[in-house]
């Protein structure tokens, strides 16, 4: 009985884990066995694996091989394995070089007409083969990513093996250039009559707070939306590969992560809760993890399920999804911004100058009370996007960019790290896991005129604990962008209009 054995390796949730493949071959009936917890997908490979070999000219041996896939314990699912195993057999017969196979971890699908084709996960098997100190040699892929530290090549075809390893695999190269991403980047200017939502755009995306817009429909809500990661800082280097981590298990295209644009999703309001955070079989990411480091955009809030909603909470809360099953726990990255869009009735056009409404009272409040719902403590602005007037869109008014709103993003966020390293040399950092509300309030740098202010409209709108620091988040990002040391009444004055008016008092 003879054995050999490579390197490959299986997704599991985002990660990619190693696993050796084992290949023995012995003088019973000629055929493959697959052992080792495959799935239907890996089992597939057998009938793949020998069309691929006769096409390529190989001898496909009259032996009896057993593959292990090791460690036996742990579920092997998809297409990945077909090259491993196929190098396995065919180092076994001595019918290609050895040299170097060692040194390798192998991950690609076979074609019946002896093709190697790339499979999902490109950018996870690059991590492990790094961790490993390994070359990844896979199938050729258009969407390919570059990881630093990571020597990868493919294979055009599997015959070229019979050259060897080094001579049969060739070096990716760059697809697509910077310039032309850039170039389907959205700008702000393109919308018209919308400075006050602009401006609270630029608030939220200074603060990284919660936002929900409420207008008729056509009103731009969308329209703004899209363009608000534009306006955000570059993504940073450790979200942008856990980011393209995410992306490449889920076939997802990468070119404006690699450009440095933060990601953008909107899923519809049919999707799953399965879709949206994630699970399946096997288990795969949801939306909330594809939009890490980005933006998660909920459009006709009042149509998706409580229960889906429901399920966004704790993941905004810790940036990341922990979903358990029999076979053990997988965690995924969310560190999301939440924006979310919605009519203010069924029909859409309560409170619009031009439509008249032609709602229930009844229906109404239904409607509205679902927009108070399970993540409503998440939202800090409440914006009412009003239809612009048609004399602006036919005369080309312009008004603010993502240019120049992306310079008070910047200005804002930079004098908020300041102002906080400074506190922390003062020794005047306060502990954000505290639950007292004075030491939540403090930490927002209050004038005393801001604070006789935030009596005042503390008292007028009955406003809870939870909204009171709500309103003093929002006036400390505006007082943030004006780089202004203390929160003033103006900023407080701002700050209740972007903070909307709530039907709850809990909210």
Not at 301 to 314: C, D, V, Y
Not at 328 to 334: D, K, L
């Amino acid at each position: 009985m003879r054995t050999y054995a490579v390197h490959a390796a299986c997704i599991r949730g985002v990660e990619a884990f190693s696993v050796t493949v084992e290949v023995s071959a012995s003088g019973s009936i000629p055929g493959i066995s697959i052992v080792g917890m495959a799935d239907a997908a890996v089992l597939d490979a057998r009938s793949r694996i020998r069309c691929a070999l006769r096409s390529s000219g190989f001898e496909v041996p009259r032996s009896s091989f057993t593959v292990n896939l090791a460690p036996g314990d742990i579920r092997k699912t998809g297409s990945g394995f077909d090259l491993p195993i196929a190098v396995a057999v065919l180092a076994l017969s001595n019918q290609i070089p050895l040299s170097d196979l060692d040194d390798c971890l192998f991950v690609g699908e076979l074609g019946l007409d002896g093709s190697v084709c790339g499979v999902k996960g490109e950018v996870a098997y690059q991590l492990l083969a790094r961790e490993r100190g390994l070359r990844l040699i896979s199938g050729h892929s258009k969407d390919h990513v570059a990881i630093a530290g990571v020597e990868q090549r493919y294979l055009d075809r599997l015959d070229g093996l019979r050259e060897g390893i080094e001579r049969a695999s060739k070096t990716f190269m760059n697809n697509r250039s910077e310039d032309e991403i850039r170039l389907s980047v959205l700008d702000y200017s393109d919308v018209i009559g919308q400075e006050v939502a602009k401006r609270g755009i630029t608030v939220a995306a200074t603060g990284s707070l919660g936002m929900l817009m409420i207008g008729s429909p056509g009103s731009g809500k969308s329209m703004l939306a899209r363009r608000m990661t534009g306006i955000l800082p570059p993504i940073s280097e450790r979200e942008q590969q856990e980011a393209l981590c995410v992306h490449s298990v889920m076939g997802e295209p990468t070119d404006m992560l690699l450009a440095g644009f933060r990601p953008f999703r909107s899923p519809h309001h049919s999707i799953s809760s399965a879709g949206l955070v994630g699970g399946g079989r096997p288990v795969r990411p949801g939306e909330i993890s594809l939009a890490h480091g980005g933006v998660l955009f909920l459009d006709e809030l009042a149509e998706f399920s409580s229960q889906t909603l429901q399920m966004l909470r704790q993941p905004l809360e810790d940036g990341a999804v922990r979903i358990v099953r029999v076979d053990g726990s997988y965690s995924f990255p969310a560190h999301f911004q939440l924006i979310a869009a919605s009519n203010p009735c069924p029909c859409g056009y309560l409170g619009d100058r031009e439509v008249t409404c032609r709602c229930s009272d009844a229906a109404i409040e239904r409607y509205q009370n679902k927009l108070g719902g399970p993540l409503a403590d998440r939202i800090d602005l409440i914006l009412n996007v009003a239809r612009p007037d048609a004399r602006l869109i036919v005369q080309g008014e312009e008004g603010m960019g993502t240019q120049e709103m992306r310079g008070q993003v910047e200005r804002g966020r930079a004098f908020c790290t300041w102002r906080e390293q400074r506190a922390a040399k003062t020794g005047r950092a306060v502990n954000k896991t505290a639950g007292s509300l004075d030491a939540a309030i403090s930490e927002f740098d209050l004038n005393g005129e801001g604070q006789d202010m935030l009596l005042d409209i503390s008292h007028r709108n009955h406003l809870t604990g939870r909204g009171i620091v709500r309103l003093c988040r929002i006036a400390r990002t505006i007082a943030d962008i004006d780089e202004a040391e203390h929160v003033s009444p103006l900023h407080l004055l701002e700050a209740s209009q972007l903070q909307g008016r709530r039907g709850n008092e809990h909210m």
